[in-house]
């Protein structure tokens, strides 16, 4: 018989926090309970607005919304071919189906084929050329979901194709000089000679290369628009975005309307990620041309795996480098070309690749630079925003190579990355020009170091090495700082409006979307804390482009930066009025008037705040409010790649510690440390809700989530979750330490808070560098390990491989 | 045997009370139901193929007299909505993330609606917002029917989850947003809430009204055409249905049939549904002295079927753990995953080494084969028109050896295996007396390593037999390269399994498990299980 598992075997080396410890370890909720009790209503850790509602089922998303008699139900046919010439469509088939009402192809759109966000090179429907494996080339539309799913699934015996070998790879796009958008230089020089002068002249030089995957949204809701017909030709379109006016213009060029003709409405979605910033317009536009065309109600819900091949994800990258460096490291000359797989066609490819150049410098202080980046064009989906935003995939690069670095001089990567911090006085200018005032990484770090007790564990993860013949731990700490604001200017700008009613409750819009991120709960706490009351008089209604109009896209993490300041403008200017109302009916100064707790504290007497609404309803005050608001200081020049594009920077680190298995590359994160700076944070459990979940969401693209294209024919073939496999609950760590750094916005932003939603996902950075540790110890830390991300048990076996054979 | 043409409706319960369901196709599923023809939109649909766990539901059934782990006469299971069909309900009850506030009474919120009591939240909902485990909230519903079930199975017991535990029970439900970690605590934190239990008596009287003992006959027109939905209630009749209906679809838990119907849209055209075939359910000790088995009905659950040999073979706990989640573990049968014969089906590589064989019936003849003598070739086996997969038999003997199974895939919960193995093997002194090498993932079927077990049978167990028996393992397998693993990578990793079981068995110095699986740090409360408490 087998001999029974010793009960010892069941114990994990660290034991699990309860509950209670990591809510104790991450909210002091004494604290926020007497600040709540003095009126604050920011700074406490409020649950999601909508968790009542999640929790029961009870949450509309767009699918769930009461369908109209008549609603009639789109699935799109996809080309099954990834490059190529459409030279015929034989529809009669498919359009004789049972339940299909009709079939629609390119000609049908009445104004533009195309949807794409900046250049305008992204069509609907194909009308010719053939771009990529799982392009939508026709729609159809039926009386139910399934019959039209069903009629679309026969694409593939409907389409005459010409086909051509696809160009697959950004190294192949490369080689052909073809990309969606112009090549992009970043250079700064402190030195004659520029980069390549300073990498001669350094004592070290380091030259190689790095494969960096992408990464899948997987937004638990899928692509979905529900269009209906209105009169005199307009739309109106509930449609999961994070960018309701660019649909609404999108839809009004397909259909050829004005812009006050088309009606965009999104109350949640059910995860953006960036997947529904600018690639939500394919479906808004097929569902809108379809309801005018038939003048029905039209729903167009994506299937799962029609969602993974139609639409775009974080770009994979490519990169080729060399640095020149000295004794303790200091990178002294670096240049660098990236290469991302932007897809079809341009998308947000451009910004994206600006912001991976504005980001190579991470925390680094880099007086020689030379960056190239080149957006490549291949046959495949068009890759678009994914939370990070190209800002991880720069920053990645420089970690790589200070990882190296360190291996290649024997010392520790922490030291290493340090004496490259920026300064504090000096070296403190980033290569795009900008000035970093608000430097805050290297207490930050000390402080996660010491708490982390990094280098204690680095000597126990060496002993214990020494003793494991199979298993091999590994540890590594990763710094960030991230620049928050739209790389280009005038985006940079959010509106909202404030109504109060005559019983005192408040009803907010804004511009921004609610994705999960809390942004709703984030803005009503900012009207609540202005107006002093408490939190449920304020309920945030659907964004919706007949409130607030031009909005800019829910991204770049300035959701509740932009919306909390317009947002609390216009609360500002009804308090305003509502003190000058209440001084002038109950006596005193109008500035001495004081909101707090549903009260109103007025010339030494307490109202209830609804009393004083009351009142200046009486007294015709308007009790309602735009407010607007424009990140100011910001200069951007996209030519020269210069200025200030961002208003503030967001700071932190982790610490991770793994262990390897070198028989199968197998490995499992056992303990991650972290310290994010959300300035002054308007809800610290929200905040840390965000850290969290980019931390082990950031965790799957460097490791499980592996995107596979067949290499002849261009068919992704991880297209569902049954072949991605991003993160589950068992590969959450077991010790999980997460706290907000102290300290506040040194610029003025909304309660001093910093922007939280895409910084964090640079902390699993040091989950990668923690498995190269383990790997560089099966090769006894002699041979840099070639590792790519994602860092797959099987890339994981083959860098064990090699530096055992290079040991 | 009644075939009437004439249809029955399916009947369950529903949000209490028993509803007729007729005139729906019988692939329809119990998702679409909801959501389509029910307006119950709180089970979300996420992947249609039963990999993201928000349309995650529970099912009851009425349990047996003193069944473990039944709660209050109920058995209750998760499942995965999306790819259940409607007809499979037929008896049971359906809870939905709609049921649970309904359980709990009225309150009054101080803070909100002071004149009107609004519903409570149910401590599992509760839960869940104060350990803001929710954020966009789509996944959220899936969540909170696995909790539930966890926590309506722990009540029962008067047992609270470790945070292992939890997290094994939450594998079949992804979140993109949290990170988990707030839902692992509100997993902790239901329990310290004033509790609320399910009132199962009028479920129990519900299904006890709905209990039959015929064949549940339910059709309904696709087009010109009617499709029927035969569910027998004895052995005997499936054997006789399937005999006169060689073409029908066969269906158990439905795990991969109800793919086929979401992805691929295929035609199934009859079906026979198993489900309600108790005696093919049947796990239990058979015969004695060297004849002794433990026979697993083809209907079992993977979840039972997989419990009954871990109680048996500790050291099988990962590869149960890992297969699928607990939602896909309870609607699928071991049966089905061997018939079905994927290459990467995880069951066989772990009954080839267990020397099992399967039992076919057809009518009234029983056959029984090894199993490796059942595959023929990618997808084909040697079922003959109107034959099924009976049971399963693994004799006790084997059980002795010592056993492994390495499960190697990407992500460690739900995951495809790019290989998985199932090792048996036992020593006489220094000596290879017997030795089972079987591998998924590594060629067309499931099969066993012949030269490399060739290479180590009576040989000395050591280092140099264990190379020897790696060169040979290049012989028997020519792997594939795909989206999971690549060729070289799984030949290779299949030579290192043979190593790892090396280091864990070999007579001199064996590694305790700590020292050679990275997995071994999880605390997996399987000691239960091990020890059937």
Same mark, same amino acid.
């Given at each position: 018989?087998?001999?029974?598992?010793?009960?010892?075997?069941?114990?994990?080396?660290?034991?699990?926090?309860?509950?209670?410890?990591?809510?104790?370890?991450?909210?002091?909720?004494?604290?926020?309970?007497?600040?709540?009790?003095? $009126?604050?209503?920011?700074?406490?850790?409020?649950?999601?607005?909508?968790?009542?509602?999640?929790?029961?089922?009870?949450?509309?998303?767009?699918?769930?919304?009461?369908?109209?008699?008549?609603?009639?139900?789109?699935?799109?046919?996809?080309?099954?071919?990834?490059?190529?010439?459409?030279?015929?469509?034989?529809?009669?088939?498919?359009?004789?189906?049972?339940?299909?009402?009709?079939?629609?192809?390119?000609?049908?759109?009445?104004?533009?084929?195309?949807?794409?966000?900046?250049?305008?090179?992204?069509?609907?429907?194909?009308?010719?050329?053939?771009?990529?494996? $799982?392009?939508?080339?026709?729609?159809?539309?039926?009386?139910?979901?399934?019959?039209?799913?069903?009629?679309?699934? @026969?694409?593939?015996?409907?389409?005459?194709?010409?086909?051509?070998?696809?160009?697959?790879?950004?190294?192949?796009?490369?080689?052909?000089?073809?990309?969606?958008?112009?090549?992009?230089?970043?250079?700064?020089?402190?030195?004659?000679?520029?980069?390549?002068?300073?990498?001669?002249?350094?004592?070290?030089?380091?030259?190689?290369?790095?494969?960096?995957?992408?990464?899948?949204?997987?937004?638990?809701?899928?692509?979905?628009?529900?269009?209906?017909?209105?009169?005199?030709?307009? !739309?109106?379109?509930?449609?999961?975005?994070?960018?309701?006016?660019?649909?609404?213009?999108?839809?009004?060029?397909?259909?050829?309307?004005?812009?006050?003709?088309?009606?965009?409405?999104?109350?949640? !979605?059910?995860?953006?990620?960036?997947?529904?910033?600018?690639?939500?317009?394919?479906?808004?536009?097929?569902?809108?041309?379809?309801?005018?065309?038939?003048?029905?109600?039209?729903?167009?819900?994506?299937?799962?795996?029609?969602?993974?091949?139609?639409?775009?994800?974080?770009?994979?990258?490519?990169?080729?480098?060399?640095? $020149?460096?000295?004794?303790?490291?200091?990178?002294?000359?670096?240049?660098?070309?990236?290469?991302?797989?932007?897809?079809?066609?341009?998308?947000?490819?451009?910004?994206?690749?600006?912001?991976?150049?504005?980001?190579?410098?991470?925390?680094?202080?880099?007086?020689?630079?030379?960056?190239?980046?080149?957006?490549?064009?291949?046959?495949?989906?068009?890759?678009?925003?994914?939370?990070?935003?190209?800002?991880?995939?720069?920053?990645?690069?420089?970690?790589?190579?200070?990882?190296?670095?360190? @291996?290649?001089?024997?010392?520790?990567?922490?030291?290493?990355?340090?004496?490259?911090?920026?300064?504090?006085?000096?070296?403190?200018?980033?290569?795009?020009?900008?000035?970093?005032?608000?430097?805050?990484?290297?207490?930050?770090?000390?402080?996660?170091?010491?708490?982390?007790?990094?280098?204690? @564990?680095?000597?126990?993860?060496?002993?214990?090495?020494?003793?494991?013949?199979?298993?091999?731990?590994?540890?590594?700490?990763?710094?960030?700082?991230?620049?928050?604001?739209?790389?280009?200017?005038?985006?940079?700008?959010?509106?909202?409006?404030?109504?109060?009613?005559?019983?005192?409750?408040?009803?907010?819009?804004?511009?921004?979307?609610? !994705?999960?991120?809390?942004?709703?709960?984030?803005?009503?706490?900012?009207?609540?804390?202005?107006?002093?009351?408490?939190?449920?008089?304020?309920?945030?209604?659907?964004?919706?482009?007949?409130?607030?109009?031009?909005?800019?896209?829910?991204?770049?993490?300035?959701?509740?930066?932009?919306?909390?300041?317009?947002?609390?403008?216009?609360?500002?200017?009804?308090?305003?009025?509502?003190?000058?109302?209440?001084?002038?009916?109950?006596?005193?100064?109008?500035?001495?008037?004081?909101?707090?707790?549903?009260?109103?504290?007025?010339?030494?007497?307490?109202?209830?705040?609804?009393?004083?609404?009351?009142?200046?309803?009486?007294?015709?005050?308007?009790?309602?409010?735009?407010?607007?608001?424009?990140?100011?200081?910001?200069?951007?020049?996209?030519?020269?790649?210069?200025?200030?594009?961002?208003?503030?920077?967001?700071?932190?680190?982790?610490?991770?510690?793994?262990?390897?298995?070198?028989?199968?590359?197998?490995?499992?994160?056992?303990?991650?440390?972290?310290?994010?700076?959300?300035?002054?944070?308007?809800?610290?459990?929200?905040?840390?809700?965000?850290?969290?979940?980019?931390?082990?969401?950031?965790?799957?693209?460097?490791?499980?989530?592996?995107?596979?294209?067949?290499?002849?024919?261009?068919?992704?073939?991880?297209?569902?979750?049954?072949?991605?496999?991003?993160?589950?609950?068992?590969?959450?760590?077991?010790?999980?330490?997460? @706290?907000?750094?102290?300290?506040?916005?040194?610029?003025?932003?909304?309660?001093?808070?910093?922007?939280?939603?895409?910084?964090?996902?640079?902390?699993?950075?040091?989950?990668?560098?923690?498995?190269?540790?383990?790997?560089?110890?099966?090769?006894?830390?002699?041979?840099?390990?070639?590792?790519?991300?994602?860092?797959?048990?099987?890339?994981?076996?083959?860098?064990?491989?090699?530096?055992?054979?290079?040991? | 045997?009644?075939?009437?043409?004439?249809?029955?409706?399916?009947?369950?319960?529903?949000?209490?009370? *028993?509803?007729?369901?007729?005139?729906?196709?019988?692939?329809?599923?119990?998702?679409?139901?909801?959501?389509?023809?029910?307006?119950?939109?709180?089970?979300?649909?996420?992947?249609?193929?039963?990999?993201?766990?928000?349309?995650?539901?529970?099912?009851?059934?009425?349990?047996?007299?003193?069944?473990?782990?039944?709660?209050?006469?109920?058995?209750?299971?998760?499942?995965?909505?999306?790819?259940?069909?409607?007809?499979?309900?037929?008896?049971?009850?359906?809870?939905?993330?709609?049921?649970? +506030?309904?359980?709990?009474?009225?309150?009054?919120?101080?803070?909100?609606?002071?004149?009107?009591?609004?519903?409570?939240?149910?401590?599992? %909902?509760?839960?869940?917002?104060?350990?803001?485990?929710?954020?966009?909230?789509?996944?959220?519903?899936?969540?909170?029917?696995?909790?539930?079930?966890?926590?309506?199975?722990?009540?029962?017991?008067?047992?609270?989850?470790?945070? %292992?535990?939890?997290?094994?029970?939450?594998?079949?439900?992804?979140?993109?947003?949290?990170?988990?970690?707030? *839902?692992?605590?509100?997993?902790?934190?239901?329990?310290?809430?004033?509790?609320?239990?399910?009132?199962?008596?009028?479920?129990?009287?519900?299904?006890?009204?709905?209990?039959?003992?015929?064949?549940?006959?339910?059709?309904?027109?696709?087009?010109?055409?009617?499709?029927?939905?035969?569910?027998?209630?004895?052995?005997?009749?499936?054997?006789?249905?399937?005999?006169?209906?060689?073409?029908?679809?066969?269906?158990?838990?439905?795990?991969?049939?109800?793919?086929?119907?979401? +992805?691929?849209?295929?035609?199934?055209?009859? *079906?026979?549904?198993?489900?309600?075939?108790?005696?093919?359910?049947?796990?239990?000790?058979?015969?004695?002295?060297?004849?002794?088995?433990?026979?697993?009905?083809?209907? #079992? /659950?993977?979840?039972?079927?997989?419990?009954?040999?871990?109680?048996?073979?500790?050291?099988?706990?990962?590869?149960?753990?890992?297969?699928? /989640?607990?939602?896909?573990?309870?609607?699928?049968?071991?049966?089905?995953?061997?018939?079905?014969?994927?290459?990467?089906?995880?069951?066989?590589?772990?009954?080839?080494?267990?020397?099992?064989?399967?039992?076919?019936?057809?009518?009234?003849?029983?056959?029984?084969?090894?199993?490796?003598?059942?595959?023929?070739?990618?997808?084909?086996?040697?079922?003959?028109?109107?034959?099924?997969? %009976?049971?399963?038999?693994?004799?006790?003997?084997?059980?002795?050896?010592?056993?492994?199974?390495?499960?190697?895939?990407?992500?460690?919960?739900?995951?495809?295996?790019?290989?998985?193995?199932?090792? #048996?093997?036992?020593?006489?002194?220094?000596?290879?007396?017997?030795?089972?090498?079987?591998?998924?993932?590594?060629?067309?079927?499931?099969?066993?390593?012949?030269?490399?077990?060739?290479?180590?049978?009576?040989?000395?167990?050591?280092?140099?037999?264990?190379?020897?028996? +790696?060169?040979?393992?290049?012989?028997?397998?020519?792997?594939?390269?795909?989206?999971? #693993?690549?060729?070289?990578?799984?030949?290779?990793?299949?030579?290192?399994?043979?190593?790892?079981? &090396?280091?864990?068995?070999?007579?001199?110095?064996?590694?305790?498990?700590?020292?050679? /699986?990275? &997995?071994?740090?999880?605390?997996?409360?399987?000691?239960?299980?091990?020890?059937?408490?």
């Amino acid at each position: 018989m087998n001999k029974p598992l010793d009960p010892s075997l069941f114990q994990s080396a660290e034991a699990f926090a309860d509950y209670l410890t990591n809510t104790a370890a991450r909210i002091d909720a004494k604290a926020e309970a007497r600040a709540h009790d003095d $009126g604050a209503r920011v700074g406490i850790s409020r649950p999601h607005e909508s968790a009542q509602l999640h929790v029961a089922g009870e949450a509309t998303y767009i699918d769930d919304i009461p369908e109209l008699a008549g609603t009639l139900h789109c699935a799109l046919g996809l080309s099954p071919v990834a490059n190529g010439r459409l030279t015929g469509v034989r529809l009669d088939a498919i359009r004789a189906m049972p339940g299909v009402v009709a079939v629609l192809t390119a000609a049908d759109i009445p104004g533009s084929n195309d949807c794409g966000s900046i250049v305008h090179d992204d069509p609907i429907l194909c009308s010719g050329d053939i771009r990529y494996l $799982g392009q939508p080339v026709f729609a159809v539309i039926a009386e139910t979901r399934d019959a039209a799913r069903r009629a679309a699934a @026969r694409a593939k015996d409907a389409l005459d194709i010409e086909a051509q070998p696809p160009v697959l790879t950004p190294q192949d796009a490369h080689a052909r000089g073809q990309y969606v958008v112009p090549p992009m230089h970043l250079v700064r020089s402190t030195n004659e000679g520029g980069a390549q002068a300073a990498i001669a002249r350094a004592p070290h030089r380091l030259k190689a290369e790095l494969d960096v995957g992408g990464q899948e949204q997987f937004y638990l809701e899928g692509q979905i628009s529900y269009a209906i017909p209105k009169e005199g030709g307009a !739309m109106h379109v509930y449609c999961s975005t994070q960018h309701p006016s660019e649909m609404q213009h999108l839809v009004a060029h397909a259909l050829h309307l004005q812009a006050n003709e088309v009606h965009v409405e999104c109350r949640r !979605m059910g995860g953006g990620f960036g997947g529904k910033e600018s690639q939500s317009a394919l479906f808004a536009c097929v569902a809108s041309v379809a309801a005018s065309k038939l003048q029905r109600p039209v729903k167009l819900r994506l299937d799962r795996d029609d969602d993974f091949m139609i639409t775009g994800r974080r770009h994979c990258f490519w990169y080729e480098y060399e640095v $020149g460096y000295d004794d303790e490291g200091r990178i002294l000359g670096a240049e660098i070309s990236m290469v991302s797989r932007a897809g079809h066609s341009a998308d947000l490819s451009g910004p994206v690749m600006t912001r991976a150049l504005c980001h190579f410098d991470n925390a680094y202080w880099l007086p020689d630079v030379a960056m190239h980046g080149y957006s490549g064009k291949t046959n495949t989906q068009s890759n678009t925003a994914f939370r990070g935003f190209g800002g991880p995939q720069g920053a990645i690069a420089i970690e790589n190579i200070l990882d190296s670095v360190a @291996r290649e001089l024997g010392r520790d990567p922490l030291d290493v990355r340090r004496v490259n911090f920026y300064g504090k006085g000096e070296n403190n200018v980033t290569p795009y020009g900008q000035l970093v005032s608000d430097n805050i990484i290297h207490e930050l770090v000390a402080e996660l170091e010491t708490t982390s007790s990094y280098r204690t @564990r680095r000597e126990e993860i060496a002993a214990f090495n020494a003793k494991s013949p199979v298993l091999k731990r590994g540890i590594a700490l990763a710094p960030l700082k991230f620049g928050i604001s739209f790389n280009v200017k005038h985006f940079n700008q959010a509106g909202a409006l404030v109504h109060v009613y005559t019983d005192g409750s408040i009803l907010v819009n804004h511009g921004g979307t609610e !994705m999960g991120q809390g942004l709703n709960t984030k803005v009503a706490q900012v009207v609540a804390h202005e107006l002093g009351v408490s939190f449920e008089s304020v309920r945030v209604t659907a964004t919706d482009t007949q409130k607030v109009a031009n909005t800019s896209a829910t991204a770049a993490s300035t959701g509740a930066d932009l919306n909390g300041k317009a947002a609390q403008d216009a609360a500002r200017q009804i308090r305003e009025r509502l003190a000058a109302c209440a001084a002038a009916r109950h006596g005193g100064e109008a500035s001495q008037v004081r909101f707090a707790n549903d009260k109103v504290e007025v010339n030494g007497r307490t109202l209830p705040f609804g009393t004083v609404v009351g009142e200046a309803y009486l007294d015709r005050v308007q009790l309602w409010s735009d407010g607007f608001y424009a990140t100011p200081g910001l200069s951007w020049d996209k030519d020269k790649m210069f200025g200030r594009p961002f208003f503030y920077f967001a700071y932190g680190a982790a610490v991770s510690e793994v262990v390897v298995d070198t028989l199968t590359g197998e490995w499992k994160l056992l303990r991650a440390d972290i310290l994010h700076d959300a300035g002054k944070s308007l809800n610290p459990a929200v905040d840390i809700g965000q850290v969290e979940g980019a931390f082990i969401q950031g965790m799957g693209w460097l490791t499980t989530e592996e995107l596979v294209w067949h290499p002849k024919t261009g068919l992704l073939t991880t297209h569902a979750p049954s072949t991605y496999k991003i993160p589950t609950a068992n590969d959450c760590p077991p010790v999980f330490n997460v @706290r907000l750094f102290e300290g506040q916005n040194f610029e003025d932003s909304i309660h001093r808070s910093k922007a939280v939603g895409e910084p964090p996902l640079l902390l699993p950075f040091s989950v990668f560098f923690a498995i190269r540790d383990a790997v560089s110890a099966a090769g006894e830390h002699k041979v840099d390990p070639p590792l790519r991300a994602p860092a797959t048990s099987e890339a994981i076996l083959n860098a064990i491989t090699a530096v055992q054979a290079g040991a | 045997m009644r075939m009437t043409p004439s249809t029955q409706p399916i009947r369950f319960f529903h949000r209490g009370r *028993i509803v007729d369901v007729s005139g729906v196709h019988p692939t329809r599923s119990v998702l679409d139901w909801l959501r389509e023809d029910v307006r119950c939109t709180g089970t979300k649909e996420g992947c249609n193929e039963g990999d993201c766990g928000a349309c995650t539901v529970v099912v009851g059934e009425l349990a047996e007299p003193g069944e473990k782990g039944a709660v209050g006469g109920l058995r209750l299971s998760t499942v995965n909505a999306c790819i259940q069909f409607l007809p499979t309900l037929h008896g049971k009850a359906l809870f939905t993330v709609e049921d649970l +506030k309904a359980q709990c009474g009225h309150g009054h919120d101080a803070t909100r609606h002071e004149k009107h009591p609004v519903q409570r939240l149910h401590p599992v %909902q509760q839960a869940m917002v104060d350990c803001h485990g929710s954020q966009c909230g789509f996944c959220t519903p899936g969540f909170v029917m696995s909790l539930w079930s966890t926590y309506e199975h722990h009540q029962e017991g008067g047992t609270q989850p470790t945070r %292992q535990q939890l997290a094994d029970d939450l594998s079949g439900n992804l979140c993109r947003c949290t990170g988990y970690r707030p *839902i692992l605590d509100a997993g902790q934190r239901m329990f310290d809430l004033p509790g609320v239990r399910l009132d199962t008596a009028p479920v129990v009287e519900a299904l006890a009204s709905l209990k039959h003992d015929a064949t549940f006959d339910y059709a309904a027109p696709l087009g010109q055409r009617l499709d029927h939905f035969h569910a027998p209630t004895t052995l005997a009749e499936l054997a006789a249905l399937r005999e006169a209906k060689p073409a029908a679809q066969l269906l158990a838990g439905s795990t991969d049939v109800g793919l086929w119907v979401n +992805k691929q849209f295929r035609d199934l055209g009859d *079906i026979i549904s198993v489900g309600d075939v108790a005696e093919l359910k049947l796990i239990e000790e058979r015969g004695s002295g060297a004849a002794a088995e433990l026979y697993i009905g083809a209907g #079992a /659950s993977l979840e039972n079927a997989f419990a009954a040999l871990v109680q048996r073979a500790p050291s099988l706990t990962d590869v149960w753990l890992r297969f699928a /989640s607990p939602p896909i573990r309870h609607a699928g049968t071991m049966g089905g995953n061997v018939a079905n014969g994927s290459p990467i089906g995880d069951s066989p590589p772990v009954l080839m080494a267990l020397d099992a064989e399967i039992e076919l019936r057809r009518g009234e003849r029983v056959r029984r084969m090894p199993l490796p003598e059942f595959y023929v070739d990618y997808m084909k086996n040697k079922l003959e028109p109107g034959e099924f997969v %009976q049971g399963l038999a693994v004799p006790l003997s084997a059980l002795g050896r010592q056993l492994r199974a390495y499960k190697i895939s990407k992500r460690f919960d739900c995951d495809i295996s790019a290989l998985c193995a199932g090792f #048996a093997i036992a020593i006489d002194g220094e000596v290879v007396k017997e030795i089972r090498l079987a591998f998924g993932g590594m060629a067309a079927t499931v099969k066993r390593a012949a030269q490399a077990e060739a290479a180590l049978a009576g040989k000395p167990w050591t280092q140099a037999s264990v190379n020897a028996a +790696k060169l040979a393992l290049a012989q028997d397998f020519k792997p594939l390269t795909d989206m999971r #693993a690549s060729a070289d990578y799984r030949l290779q990793v299949a030579q290192n399994l043979l190593q790892r079981l &090396w280091l864990e068995t070999r007579t001199n110095d064996p590694l305790p498990v700590e020292a050679t /699986s990275v &997995w071994s740090v999880m605390p997996h409360a399987a000691l239960e299980a091990v020890q059937g408490a």
